[in-house]
């Protein structure tokens, strides 16, 4: 079975512009999660999307978006790109939960670099 | 609020070496917790989760993780270290459905 995928790998981008970023999960997975590394902060959990609704959020300007498509795959954006935004963005999938409940598989993440 | 806690930004053991990462979580409740692996340039791997079944937590690699309510810790282990080990381990733990990490651990192995 395929792991999660994220596309693209990498992107440049300079502040101002937005950025999309794309995620395929498990097959039959439902649970996607995105999450933001970066060496200041860490990973720090962006929100999750179950069956299209997002159904956690966390604490991040309104700039960061995302949504879910009817067979699951995701896709974030982040508007007025900013320095501090360049980070390695990672998606996780699971069955059904984000949590605890089953495991979370991370895809490679995206790196993002904003100049 | 929950959190994790790792004691430690850098560990450095030799090959064969024991591997101890230490992860102290804060929780109201009773904890899921978590263990994951980065290697360069990747996701992260779970190596073991502790969901309350047993307090000793087998994972992938030959990693254990001893959950002690007693001492709020969740320390990772492997009785003898190899090169292929050295990565960066993050503990987490799940909050409502979301993992909060620690701010991870690398583990440099000498040889």
């Known amino acids: 079975k395929a792991g999660v995928t994220q596309t693209p790998r990498y992107l440049i981008k300079t502040r101002g512009q937005q950025v999309t970023l794309s995620c395929s999960p498990i097959s039959g997975h439902r649970s996607v999660s995105w999450y933001q590394q970066t060496p200041g902060q860490g990973l720090q959990f962006l929100f999750e999307?179950?069956?299209?609704?997002?159904?956690n959020k966390g604490n991040f300007p309104g700039r960061f978006s995302g949504r879910q498509f009817s067979n699951s795959r995701s896709e974030m954006n982040v508007s007025t790109l900013e320095l501090g935004d360049s980070a390695l963005y990672l998606c996780a999938s699971s069955l059904t939960s984000g949590g605890a409940q089953e495991t979370q598989y991370f895809g490679p993440g995206t790196r993002l670099l904003v100049l | 609020a929950q959190s994790v806690t790792q004691l430690g930004s850098h560990v450095s053991v030799s090959e064969g070496a024991l591997v101890l990462l230490r992860c102290n979580y804060s929780?109201?409740?009773?904890?899921?917790l978590f263990w994951y692996v980065q290697y360069p340039n990747q996701g992260l791997q779970l190596l073991l989760k502790?969901?309350?079944?047993?307090?000793l937590v087998k994972g992938i690699n030959g990693f254990e993780a001893e959950f002690k309510k007693s001492e709020t810790s969740f320390h990772l282990t492997k009785p003898s270290a190899h090169m292929s080990d050295a990565a960066e381990y993050f503990c987490?733990?799940?909050?409502?459905?979301?993992?909060?990490f620690g701010s991870g651990t690398r583990l440099l192995v000498r040889p």
């Open positions: 999307y179950f069956s299209e609704t997002q159904r």
């Open positions: 987490a733990v799940d909050s409502s459905y979301k993992l909060i």
């Open positions: 929780s109201s409740v009773p904890p899921y």
């Open positions: 502790y969901t309350s079944a047993a307090t």
